[in-house]
């Protein structure tokens, strides 16, 4: 029988909870990082007849992000979330590295995609990287302020309401950013402003109410695997 004492355990726990951290910024920058490859495919939804969403295929993995820097800031604390966003940023600038000179490499005349084609598809990817970076170091440090302003006031109580509130701000200011930026740029019409907008914000409101389930059981786990209380943080530095 192996008997593991006190620090034993101790290490094992924290080395889980790094586990646990790590893989959430992965799937964070995944999703970050993908979303500024697609966002140039756009797509109706018919949502039971009551609206019709026209919005980016870049949308889709983007709410991920802001329920996992969600369940960072409430697991792991503040700096730990500010962590993550500002990693997401280098991932961003080094994705955007790799496409410039992918797409500076001429294709051989075999390729079954050539260089028209390709810039095609990722020409723009520079000038949307700036915009959605712009407008995700704006959404992102502001919802992770505003979740912590009301977990200090409800003193951790009242989950959905931080995490609902600063999503909804905060989603509402990326929207309304990167349509900005990419318009200003021209890589989207202005008439397609208000439209998109309106999609794109009232998308990420019903994606935030839907996740909020997720949010209470990921809290829950993390409560009851490492024994932490109501609004506590687990201290990984």
């Known amino acids: ?39 140039q495919k756009f797509f109706y939804w018919d949502f039971f007849g009551l609206y019709r969403f026209e919005i980016s295929v870049g949308i889709l993995p983007y709410p991920i992000t802001f329920l996992i820097t ?24 080094f994705s955007l590295g790799i496409i410039y000179v992918a797409n500076a490499v001429p294709a051989i005349e075999k390729s079954p995609v050539n260089d028209s084609l390709f810039s095609l598809v990722f020409g723009q990817t520079a000038l949307a990287v700036l915009a959605s970076m712009i407008a995700y170091l704006a959404a ?77 059981l990921a809290v829950y786990y993390f409560q009851k695997r490492f024994n932490l209380k109501r609004g506590e943080e687990l201290q990984l530095d």
């Open 1 to 39: 029988m192996i008997i593991f004492d006190e620090k034993t355990v101790e290490t094992k726990e924290k080395l889980l909870a790094y586990k646990i951290y790590f893989t959430l910024g992965a799937l964070f920058i995944a999703s970050l990082v993908v979303s500024n490859l697609i966002f």
């Open 70 to 93: 969600d369940i960072i800031s409430e697991v792991y604390g503040k700096k730990k979330a500010n962590q993550v966003v500002t990693t997401g940023i280098f991932a961003s600038v």
């Open 140 to 216: 992102q440090y502001i919802d992770i302020q505003i979740f912590h302003f009301w977990k200090r006031v409800t003193h951790g109580k009242m989950l959905w309401l931080r995490n609902n509130f600063s999503t909804f701000t905060s989603q509402f200011v990326d929207t309304f950013s990167v349509l900005f930026l990419l318009c200003t740029f021209d890589i989207l019409n202005w008439d397609l402003f208000v439209p998109l907008l309106l999609s794109g914000f009232l998308f990420k409101v019903l994606i935030a109410l839907l996740d909020t389930p997720l949010l209470y």
